[in-house]
Every structure is written in C-alpha cells, then in structure tokens.
C-alpha cells in the first residue's frame, strides 16, 4: 500500500513538473513576442523618422531632387503611403500658389500618379480616400473617369472626395453632371458641398447648389438652399425665384428655407415673394417671412408686421416684433404708440 502511494506522488509530482515548465516556456514565449513586437514598432518608426526627414526636404525644397531618383528613396508598398500621406500634408501647409504648383510639379516627376492609381482600387477605404485626393490635387486628367465613377460611393466621405477631385481636375465638366447626383444624395452634408464647389468658383458654385436644390429630391433641396448664403454670391438666386413663382408643387420646408436665403442676400426683388409668405398657413414659413422682411421691409411693410403680431403661434409674434425693431423706418417713438394701441395683451407683451 505504501509502494503505491509513493508511486502516486512521483507520478503527482511528475505532472506538476511538466506543467511548470510547459507555463514558463509559454511565458518566455510571450516575452519573446512582446519584444519583438516592441523591436519591430520601434524599427518602424525609426524607418518612419528617416523617410520623413528625407522626403520632407524634398517636398520644402530644401534638398534638389535630381533625376533619376536617387537609390535610397527606393521605398516598398506601405512607405509609398506614408510618403503619399506625407506630400498631401506638406499641400495642406502650402501658403500660396507658387508653393502649390512647385509640389504638384515634383510630384508629377515622382510616380505618385502609378502608386495612387493602385490604391485607387484598394477595398480599404482610408487608402482609397488617399488615391483620391493625390489624384485630384495631381490633376491629371487621364484619372476623370475613375475618379467620377466614385462620386455615387456608398460612404459618403469617399464620394465627397471624389467630388472635389473632379472639380479641381475638370470643374467646367464636373458642374453638370453633379448637378443630378447633389439633388439626391440624402447622406451628404449640404455645408461640405457648398464648400467644395466653392473651388470652382462663387458664380458657379450658387448656380450649381440652386440648380440641384430645384430638380433634385425637395427634401434635400431644402438642406442645400439654407447652405446658398456659404457661396457669397447671389447668382443662384434667379433660378430660385423662377422655381418658386412657376412651380406648382414647392414644400412648406423649402419655401421656408428660400425666405431665410432671401433675408440673408438681402435683395429687393424678392420682396415680393417675402411678402406674400407673410401669411401662410404653416408658422415656420410665417416666421421665416417675418425674419427677412425685417432686413428688407419698407415703411408699408409696418402695417403688414404689426398685423402678424396676433398670430396665434408665439414664435411667429416674436419675429415679427424683432423685425418691426430692425425696420429702418421705425422708431422708439412709433414702438411706444404702437404698444399702447395693440389690442391683445399677448401683442403688447411682444
């Protein structure tokens, strides 16, 4: 009995060995890769600093680069992007046209077009916005067609970049045929669009916001008008105008988005229209009305204000008193005579 129990504990004790020493091999194995996980991050980014430091000076103008390409900026796959990321920050800093044009003409001497037309195709998206933007910053236009094939991507930022690429390669050629695309694309910031057409111009880029808010989806278009005022120019405004006056079916959401468009260009030729709005059904329409005609309104536009002051939406009173304030022809003196003549207390609250 006692033989065999001697035997259980050698055996017991065996066990317990093999375990110990199977757990710190694991553990020595983890160590190792640990190490050189930490080894090979920081070879990394010692590759990285060196590229940097080289390509950097490049790209400043501080080191000439002379052809051909000097052997030690041959550089594998992964630090052609990191090089691409690079000569699209170093574009970020440019500060004039000259510095621009000098970075665009290295790159050109460079094979950023081959790298960026390769990751063009990649299914990663971050690296495809990169080809994007190289490519349409390059300007080539032997890249117009993949480019604009991507401006109805599924992720909206891919095809906003993709957007703005084709405007900077060709805006002439790109104009019409986003006119369409903008009116319904629903997932599209109405501010990132007016700031991107912005590139090809103030002129074109109202025309073309106005253009696609008019033929395109209504709930769209009402997002992209209220965005109009961003282009600093009122040429949209006649398209918008003959839409409002000819159409017969206009949304109470894009109506109101006109009339804070109107009040913010300030026109006299759309008074009218201003006018008019000033007694519609819905409130938000009447607040809108009474909000731009307190920056357009005449002396016979008093009248029209003070009568709005017994509205039954308190919102719709409340613009209306801020606009008879900001009439040019009212005084503190004409506010007093009119306070003490309102009928309704809610209206002399106002």
Known sequence: MNQLLSLNDHLTLAVWYRAAYAIGGLVVLLLLWVLCIRLGRSITQYRSRLITKKWKAIFEGRVPLHPPLPSRFTIGHSNRIFVLYLWNDCYDECRSIDETARLVALAKRLPFQQWAGTLLRSWRLHRKMLAIRTLGRLGDRAMWSP????????NPFAALHAVQAILAIQARAAIPLLIPVIGRQTDWSPLAVATI??????DP?????AQAATTGDPAVGARLIRHLPVTQSSS???????FLTTSSQVSDDFLAASLFVFGEFQDPADIPIIRQSLFHPVW????????ALGKLGTLSDEARLTALLND?????RYRAGEALV???SMTEEKLEMLQATLPLPEAQEI
């Open 147 to 154: 480019l604009h094939s991507l401006i109805t991507h599924q």
């Open 197 to 202: 057409l912005r590139s090809a111009g103030d």
């Open 205 to 209: 880029a109202s025309e073309t916001l």
């Open 236 to 242: 949209g405004l006649p398209i918008l105008r003959q």
């Open 284 to 291: 938000y329409v009447r607040v809108q009305a009474a909000t």
């Open 312 to 316: 039954p939406e308190w919102w719709v």
């Open 326 to 328: 900001n009439l040019r």
